[in-house]
């Protein structure tokens, strides 16, 4: 299989601590490197956890508060600075642009390179991204401001061929492709070869979903229902639910409780608030919901 994998950048929330970064995430899938968010201080932690700058194929931004934002504008002049020249995609609420062109516009920054910008619907689900191989969606989460999930889920691959049924059958270059989605083969005789015989199935496609920050909502089930991985915020303890019903967040608990409902294969919880140094808490709470919770930490990796 070619890799699908997460690397944790940072999964604080929004007061700045000297023990964890602000939301940033770097998924590397279909041979494209991808980035979720970009707090303050992502471009030292691709650094630190070497992770290729060059790759970057595009950012998505959740929504625009600064622990998701203020990393973004020291990357694009650092890449700028560096040498890129191939285009960045943005995708994120519309408003951003204006931040950017503002900011770049304010500092005299002259980028090597273009940027895209593509702006999020924040009412409804909608695919923002796809090539052969993956789709990328978003959908509306429920926060203070427009805030959107993501989605990063592998297309149905098509039969895999046995390399000896083509050399046995002789089969022409030009009909693996029918074979592939499922055609049966016939001989130059009229012989038919069952589709079964000359196939094996393909590796399950995979799916990644996002969110944070949102509080609980059963809304967003069904656009994450059975992911492989779900990373959801979790930035309160169950004592402190009334400051994330106040704040638009979710406590660990709820975090679960969307996991279980959602049927994912595992849960990763991030984005805590500054107030908990341990998060042995949190961490309970959650796997008393759902067993296969993990807690997120920096520099983590997650092959989906």
Same mark, same amino acid.
């Given at each position: ?85 191939? #285009? /960045?995609?943005?995708? +994120?609420?519309?408003?951003? *642009? ?6 770049? @516009?304010?500092?005299? $920054? ?67 492709? #029918? /074979?592939?989605?499922? +055609?049966?083969?016939?001989? *130059? ?6 589709? @079964?015989?000359?196939? $094996? ?85 959650? @796997? ?17």
């Amino acid at each position: 299989m070619t890799p699908f994998q997460v690397t944790i950048l940072g999964c604080g929330s929004a007061m700045p601590t000297t023990y964890r970064n602000p939301t940033s995430q770097l998924i590397e899938v279909n041979n494209k490197l991808f980035m979720i968010d970009c707090g303050e201080g992502t471009q030292l932690q691709m650094r630190k956890y070497k992770a290729r700058m060059s790759k970057l194929h595009s950012i998505f931004i959740s929504h625009l508060h600064g622990d998701h934002v203020f990393g973004l504008p020291g990357l694009l002049s650092t890449l700028s600075l560096m040498g890129h020249t191939g #285009e /960045i995609n943005i995708y +994120a609420h519309k408003e951003l *642009e204006y931040f950017l062109t503002s900011f770049m @516009k304010y500092y005299g $920054t002259q980028l090597n390179y273009k940027i895209n910008h593509f702006h999020l619907d924040s009412k409804n689900n909608s695919v923002i991204y796809e090539n052969k191989s993956i789709e990328i969606s978003s959908f509306p989460l429920k926060h203070r401001v427009d805030t959107n999930g993501f989605v990063i889920a592998e297309k149905d691959a098509p039969l895999h061929m046995k390399g000896d049924m083509i050399d046995f059958y002789r089969i022409p270059f030009s009909k693996i492709k #029918e /074979i592939k989605d499922g +055609a049966d083969f016939i001989t *130059e005789d009229g012989r038919v070869i069952d589709n @079964k015989l000359l196939t $094996t199935l393909p590796n399950p496609p995979r799916k990644y979903a996002y969110c944070s920050d949102t509080a609980y909502s059963t809304k967003i089930i069904p656009y994450i229902k059975g992911a492989d991985v779900l990373y959801h915020e979790a930035t309160f303890e169950e004592a402190d639910k009334a400051r994330a019903k106040k704040t638009y967040h979710s406590t660990a608990k709820q975090a679960a409780e969307i996991a279980k409902q959602s049927e994912v294969k595992k849960l990763i919880v991030g984005h805590y608030s500054s107030r908990y140094r341990e998060l042995n808490q949190l961490h309970s709470e959650a @796997k008393s919901i759902f067993e296969n919770t993990v807690l997120a930490f920096e520099g983590m990796k997650i092959d989906i």
